[in-house]
């Protein structure tokens, strides 16, 4: 399957190295920095290159290349353009996350896939996760009962060397703040579990630390889900001096599991009334990662792969992606009014919080 990379940035190694770890033909890379896109695949330890093209226009690369499978890793506030034209171009898409920085360009995303009749998968590589798999199938097998609550923490670290690596992080138009970057994932996580189905948001976000960014480095926010389970986000980039955990509780009439580790890959507490022999077996379990973003991205590359060619929806798809982004909108809109905020969510994007900090 003939594949490509849009962006060479900080996430961009993970998506290179998956590709090469399920045996895609890396046809291209794009960067508008060429030097980013030979440091790339040096880094993935490619060797032959020889037919690898580098591009610095994506919309020629498009264009030239006969493509089947595109991941984009640019900045955020590029990744809704992008994949339209990708989507136009009738090719099949990864896009890193958030997948676009408003409802309407999440809207106009999936509304291009399925008249294109094309795979888009949000990268919320997390799902992939050995403990949250685990605790998916727990809960798609009713082991919790009815669920009471659940809570998501995302307590990490970024310094003025991070933000100072690339200017459009933590801006309203290209990022967003911690929420939005750094605790998606996490957010998805919580939606995922507690039924996928929000009735309200209420929260607060604050910038403390890093005044010389727009966005905020710190959220907290109560959810009410449709399924009368209740849920709270704490997410931050304020924690002194490095990242200290992304920790998922799901709490049920007879179920309690903690998912911990520093980004959600470690199973804490597994207790449940019917506990079994194999029950032993998940207590303690841990998965090593050599970063934050975990062992997923490969894992999720195979899924579309296989998308692809059984022609069916990723696992994780686009609508997923428009659901977590949602989840961080409201928030943000809660912040703006002071108000709760209903969902669905209509148009709201990052753009409207300029100026509120």
Same mark, same amino acid.
């Given at each position: 399957?003939?594949?490509?990379?849009?962006?060479?940035?900080?996430?961009?190694?993970?998506?290179?190295?998956?590709?090469?770890?399920?045996?895609?033909?890396?046809?291209?890379?794009?960067?508008?920095?060429?030097?980013?896109?030979?440091?790339?695949?040096?880094?993935?330890?490619?060797?032959?290159?020889?037919?690898?093209?580098?591009?610095?226009?994506?919309?020629?690369?498009?264009?030239?290349?006969?493509?089947?499978?595109?991941?984009?890793?640019?900045?955020?506030?590029?990744?809704?353009?992008?994949?339209? +034209?990708?989507?136009?171009?009738?090719? !099949?898409?990864?896009?890193?996350?958030?997948?676009?920085?408003?409802?309407?360009?999440?809207?106009?995303?999936?509304?291009?896939?399925?008249?294109? !009749?094309?795979?888009?998968?949000?990268?919320?590589?997390?799902?992939?996760?050995?403990?949250?798999?685990?605790?998916?199938?727990?809960?798609?097998?009713?082991?919790?009962?009815?669920?009471?609550?659940?809570?998501?923490?995302?307590?990490?670290?970024?310094?003025?060397?991070?933000?100072?690596?690339?200017?459009?992080?933590?801006?309203?138009?290209?990022?967003?703040?911690?929420?939005?970057?750094?605790?998606?994932?996490?957010?998805?996580?919580?939606?995922?579990?507690?039924?996928?189905?929000?009735?309200?948001?209420?929260?607060?976000?604050?910038?403390?630390?890093? +005044?010389?960014?727009?966005?905020?480095?710190?959220?907290?926010?109560?959810?009410?889900?449709?399924?009368?389970?209740?849920?709270?986000?704490?997410?931050?980039?304020?924690?002194?001096?490095?990242?200290?955990?992304?920790?998922?509780?799901?709490?049920?009439?007879?179920?309690?599991?903690?998912?911990?580790?520093?980004?959600? !890959?470690?199973? +804490?507490?597994?207790?449940?009334?019917?506990?079994?022999?194999?029950?032993?077996?998940?207590?303690?379990?841990?998965?090593?990662?050599? !970063?934050?973003?975990?062992?997923?991205?490969?894992?999720?590359?195979?899924?579309?792969?296989?998308?692809?060619?059984?022609?069916?929806?990723?696992?994780? +798809?686009?609508?997923?992606?428009?659901?977590?982004?949602?989840?961080?909108?409201?928030?943000?809109?809660?912040?703006?009014?002071?108000?709760?905020?209903?969902?669905?969510?209509?148009?709201?994007?990052?753009?409207?919080?300029?100026?509120?900090?």
């Amino acid at each position: 399957m003939k594949y490509a990379l849009i962006g060479c940035g900080r996430i961009a190694i993970n998506h290179i190295i998956a590709a090469k770890n399920n045996s895609l033909e890396i046809v291209a890379v794009c960067d508008v920095n060429a030097e980013k896109m030979d440091a790339i695949l040096d880094k993935a330890c490619i060797v032959d290159r020889e037919d690898i093209k580098l591009y610095v226009d994506y919309r020629q690369m498009l264009r030239e290349e006969n493509l089947e499978l595109v991941s984009i890793a640019t900045e955020s506030g590029s990744h809704c353009q992008i994949a339209l +034209d990708c989507i136009e171009a009738g090719i !099949n898409v990864i896009i890193e996350k958030p997948m676009a920085m408003s409802i309407a360009d999440a809207d106009k995303i999936i509304e291009a896939a399925e008249r294109c !009749n094309v795979k888009v998968s949000a990268c919320h590589q997390n799902r992939f996760n050995l403990a949250i798999q685990e605790l998916r199938q727990a809960i798609e097998s009713g082991r919790f009962g009815n669920l009471s609550h659940g809570s998501i923490h995302v307590r990490w670290n970024r310094n003025r060397g991070y933000y100072d690596q690339a200017l459009w992080r933590g801006t309203w138009a290209e990022d967003g703040g911690a929420l939005m970057n750094q605790c998606i994932h996490g957010i998805d996580l919580l939606r995922w579990m507690m039924g996928d189905e929000v009735e309200e948001i209420f929260g607060f976000t604050r910038q403390q630390f890093h +005044d010389y960014l727009e966005a905020e480095d710190v959220g907290m926010a109560v959810v009410k889900f449709k399924n009368g389970a209740i849920g709270t986000i704490e997410g931050t980039t304020n924690v002194y001096p490095k990242n200290l955990e992304e920790t998922l509780y799901i709490f049920g009439e007879t179920g309690t599991v903690k998912i911990g580790g520093t980004s959600t !890959n470690d199973i +804490d507490v597994w207790d449940f009334a019917d506990e079994d022999e194999e029950d032993a077996l998940k207590k303690g379990m841990k998965e090593e990662t050599s !970063n934050v973003y975990g062992n997923g991205h490969s894992r999720l590359f195979a899924d579309v792969i296989d998308a692809i060619s059984e022609d069916r929806a990723p696992y994780v +798809d686009a609508h997923a992606g428009r659901n977590a982004l949602e989840m961080i909108l409201a928030i943000y809109k809660s912040q703006k009014t002071g108000k709760p905020v209903k969902l669905p969510l209509e148009n709201f994007a990052s753009t409207d919080m300029k100026g509120e900090f």
